[in-house]
Structure formats: structure tokens, C-alpha cells
Nanobody, 124 residues
Framework: QVQLVESGGGLVQAGGSLKLSCAAS????????MGWFRQAPGKEREFVAT????????SYADSVKGRFTISRDNAKNTMYLQMNSLKPEDTAVYYC?????????????????WGQGTQVTVSS
């Protein structure tokens, strides 16, 4: 079993940047794809970005493409989400997750382990 803990959230003005981290413990996460999702108040949890275990492939939601960058450091058992040019509509709780296989996915159901989330608030 793996435990995931997100950090790096906070309050930022529109146009600003934040970098989220997701630290894994319990076992190594190499060999599994990982992803970021977010959930705004009153909305469903939605896909943000995903990355293969080798970092050879990434995929992003259209709403964040060109502004967010997902990366991982398997030696540190940590995944990151660099968020630039933040908009008020990016306000949400951000969750990291580990997929059940090495194949990246945009589907919540393909992820088995989830962190508790970190709040990101973007003011206008």
C-alpha cells in the first residue's frame, strides 16, 4: 500500500504561480502512472494531468494545457505540478493519485490510491 501526501497549495493572485508536490511513502511508485485531479466546490472531481512512470509521456486537460506542467522524480518518490498563469477558475482542492498500472489515464476509476488534497485559491 502507498500513502500520498500533497503540499504546496495556498492563496495566489491571478497570473501567479504555485508548485504542488505529492510525496509517496510505503513503497516505490516507479512502475505506476500518476496523475493530478482537482475538485471545485459543488463540482465533480476532474482530471488535470497524468504522467507515465518513466516520464516519457504526459497528458493534460485542455483547460490547463500550456500553463501547467506535470513531472516526477522516482528517486525521491515525488510527483510535481507546476502551475503558471493561474486563473480564478483554477481554484479547487488538488489531489494526486497513483494509477493501477503503468498506463496513464484521464479516468478517476483507473486510480487506486489518493492523497487528501491541498487547497489552491486564486484571487482575481
Amino acid at each position: 500500500q502507498v500513502q500520498l501526501v500533497e503540499s504546496g497549495g495556498g492563496l495566489v493572485q491571478a497570473g501567479g504561480s504555485l508548485k504542488l508536490s505529492c510525496a509517496a511513502s510505503g513503497r516505490a511508485v516507479d512502475g505506476y502512472a500518476m496523475g493530478w485531479f482537482r475538485q471545485a466546490p459543488g463540482k465533480e472531481r476532474e482530471f488535470v494531468a497524468t504522467i507515465t512512470w518513466s516520464s516519457s509521456s504526459t497528458s493534460y486537460a485542455d483547460s490547463v494545457k500550456g500553463r501547467f506542467t506535470i513531472s516526477r522524480d522516482n528517486a525521491k518518490n515525488t510527483m510535481y505540478l507546476q502551475m503558471n498563469s493561474l486563473k480564478p477558475e483554477d481554484t479547487a482542492v488538488y489531489y494526486c493519485a497513483e494509477a493501477m498500472t503503468a498506463r496513464p489515464s484521464v479516468q478517476r476509476s483507473d486510480y487506486k490510491y489518493w492523497g487528501q488534497g491541498t487547497q489552491v485559491t486564486v484571487s482575481s
